[in-house]
């Protein structure tokens, strides 16, 4: 099964900035779309950024102009480069990916990584 693994949260000042790097691996055919989610104690998961293969992004309307998503296709890798951190991006972020393997395709996510972002 295709495992995702993040790294890069951590505890930061308002105004700082972040890098959040998830990398995939694990019988891999193929991945479509990765992308970011965080989670707030008592909130839903909600996504913060996607990138398909080819390069599009989308994002939350939250974060545009301050986080940027990007991807290593060749090391089937993920990262949210966020900048301008304020206290409310205080979550749990959570990568999610597309992927196709043996079995077929199936949306994996990696165990999450807290970013805490103070006043």
């Known amino acids: 099964q295709v495992q995702l693994v993040e790294s890069g949260g951590g505890l930061v000042q308002a105004g700082g900035s972040l890098r959040l790097s998830c990398a995939a691996s694990?019988?891999?055919?193929?991945?479509?779309?990765m992308g970011w989610y965080r989670q707030a104690p008592g909130n839903q998961r909600d996504l913060v950024a996607a990138?398909?293969?080819?390069?599009?992004?989308n994002y939350a309307d939250s974060v545009k102009g301050r986080f940027t998503v990007s991807r290593d296709n060749a090391k089937n890798t993920v990262y949210l480069q966020m900048n301008s951190l304020k206290p409310e991006d205080t979550a749990v972020y959570y990568c999610?990916?597309?992927?196709?393997?043996?079995?077929?395709?199936?949306?994996?996510w990696g165990q999450g990584t807290q970013v805490t972002v103070s006043s």
């Open positions: 999610g990916a597309l992927v196709t393997d043996y079995r077929g395709n199936y949306y994996s």
């Open positions: 694990g019988g891999i055919v193929s991945i479509d779309v």
């Open positions: 990138v398909t293969r080819g390069g599009n992004t």
